[in-house]
């Protein structure tokens, strides 16, 4: 099957996979992280920054569309409407897989879009862990791309029919990369999540951004498993763990190493931003609902939801009385329910979350743990 058709069969099962999750209105691991009301610590919308660092340079909005597309014209168009999306609202932006561009260079229009109607935009490159510095210099050039993300996919690989089946090389891959390229270099899963151990790994091959993207959103074991012959891999459906299962895991292992964690995965509200954001995210993607929307509705209801998302982060972070996104982090959370559950097997006290507030010496992501 050729790179297009693939990329086409993503949009298509992603989207479909999207607005079913939607009707269905299933619960997610975020409903599981509540705020403590506290009735008189707002603050004014007018002091309120939604500026937040990432990898040295300060996004406008803790917000940010992730890797989704690319390869086929169809897909072209799609990342057309995003860019513009992306312009319009001062989002950063990262390209789907440029595979196909490094296997395929008569591609390169569908990915060159994202700079092309986003000139200004703080946009970013995505590769797997197999390309050499050479090919994601390819891929950066491209796009004059501001960021290299790099892509750590197994599940997906192991059910994709045409997928890799050897993954050991990848820490001295992402090391080379970390090494040799002049721009910031992003790792992120694809929708299993990524853990505590997994973080100080990274940090050791030099890569200072992660991007968690748990599961919850985008399933890449069953949009694989759609496109197998025999449906055989559905056991993997629930594998991974959620973006707030990683965010708790990872606080301590990041906050060691001088890595800023960002999420995605299942993110489906402001209030799922907002969340992720006061678990210890400097910003947080979106890629399944935001490509739904441009589907379904087109590019200014798109550009339209994306504009009351960030009035609403502002507002929710005005009744919190954080003025700035790092003031999430004092926030007082409640963990129930199977991440209160998972934070106690990886030795984390979920009760320290409910009590930040209370301590002026804290850090910026709670460390207690369970002795």
């Known amino acids: 099957m050729s790179y297009a058709s693939r990329k086409d069969d993503h949009v298509r099962l992603a989207v479909a996979q999207h607005r079913e999750s939607m009707a269905g209105h299933r619960r997610s691991p975020f409903d599981e992280v509540a705020f403590v009301h506290h009735a008189l610590r707002g603050t004014a919308e007018h002091a309120v920054s939604l500026a937040t660092e990432v990898g040295g340079t300060t996004w406008p909005v803790p917000l940010y569309i992730n890797a989704m597309t690319g390869g086929s014209a169809r897909t072209g168009e799609v990342n057309r409407g995003l860019a513009i999306a992306a312009r319009e609202t001062g989002l ?183 969340r992720a954001l006061a678990l210890g995210a400097r910003a947080v993607g979106v890629s399944g609902h935001f490509l739904t929307i441009l589907e379904s509705e087109g590019v200014d209801a798109l550009i339209a939801a994306i504009t009351a998302w960030i009035t609403q982060i502002r507002q929710l972070m005005v009744v919190l009385g954080a003025d700035t996104v790092r003031a999430l982090a004092d926030a007082d959370l409640l963990l129930t329910g199977g991440l209160a559950e998972i934070c106690r097997l990886r030795g984390i006290d979920p009760a320290a979350y409910a009590r930040r507030s209370r301590n002026p010496l804290r850090p910026i992501v709670p460390t207690s743990r369970l002795r």
Request: one cysteine or more; proline letters at 4%.
């Open 92 to 274: 950063a932006i990262a390209s789907g897989s440029m595979s196909a561009y490094l296997a395929d260079g008569s591609v390169a229009e569908t990915y060159r879009v994202l700079r092309g109607a986003n000139p200004d935009g703080y946009v970013i490159a995505n590769v797997n862990a197999n390309v050499t510095p050479e090919m994601a210099m390819r891929a950066v050039e491209l796009l004059g791309a501001d960021a290299l993300q790099v892509h750590v996919n197994a599940i997906q690989e192991i059910v994709m029919p045409e997928g890799d089946r050897d993954f050991s090389a990848w820490p001295r891959h992402i090391a080379r990369l970390t090494e040799t390229l002049g721009i910031p270099v992003i790792v992120k899963e694809v929708g299993f999540g990524i853990s505590a151990d997994t973080v100080t790994r990274l940090a050791e091959l030099g890569v200072r951004i992660v991007d968690v993207s748990g599961n919850g959103g985008t399933n890449f074991a069953l949009i694989e498993n759609a496109r197998r012959r025999g449906a055989d891999f559905g056991l993997l459906a629930d594998w991974g763990l959620s973006t707030p299962a990683c965010l708790v895991d990872g606080a301590e292992a990041a906050l060691t190493n001088g890595v800023a964690l960002l999420a995605s995965g299942g993110v489906r509200t402001p209030l799922d931003v907002v």
